[in-house]
């Protein structure tokens, strides 16, 4: 699903055995990510509504935004990382528990 092949960006090669796997870093940059989306949804809540938001209008601005956010950025990671070309999945990647 890596686009750096098709873009040109890619050798093929095997990135190195201590390089954190595609699944890691997937993971990790959508919970990083979740939190900002979650803050960044929250102000521009505050500046859309101002004194008229509620808690829950707040809340569910805060979810969107960071459902919204990881799930772009673990995409991103995902189609422009080198660490999720497919050869390096094969290799060091676990594969799912069945």
């Not at 890619?10 to 997937?26: I, Q, W, Y």
């Not at 938001?53 to 805060?62: D, V």
């Not at 935004?65 to 497919?86: H, K, M, Y």
Request: contains cysteine.
């Amino acid at each position: 699903m890596a686009l750096r092949k098709a873009l040109g960006w890619s050798e093929g090669e095997l990135m190195r055995a201590e390089a954190k796997p595609c699944s890691r870093l997937m993971r990790q940059t959508a919970a990083i990510f979740s939190f900002g989306g979650a803050l960044s949804f929250w102000v521009l809540c505050r500046l859309h509504y101002g004194p008229r938001i509620t808690i829950p209008r707040s809340l569910r601005w805060a979810s969107t935004g960071a459902v919204t956010v990881s799930a772009t950025s673990a995409l991103l990671v995902r189609l422009f990382s080198p660490e999720c070309e497919p050869q390096n999945i094969a290799a060091y990647d676990k594969p799912l528990r069945q």
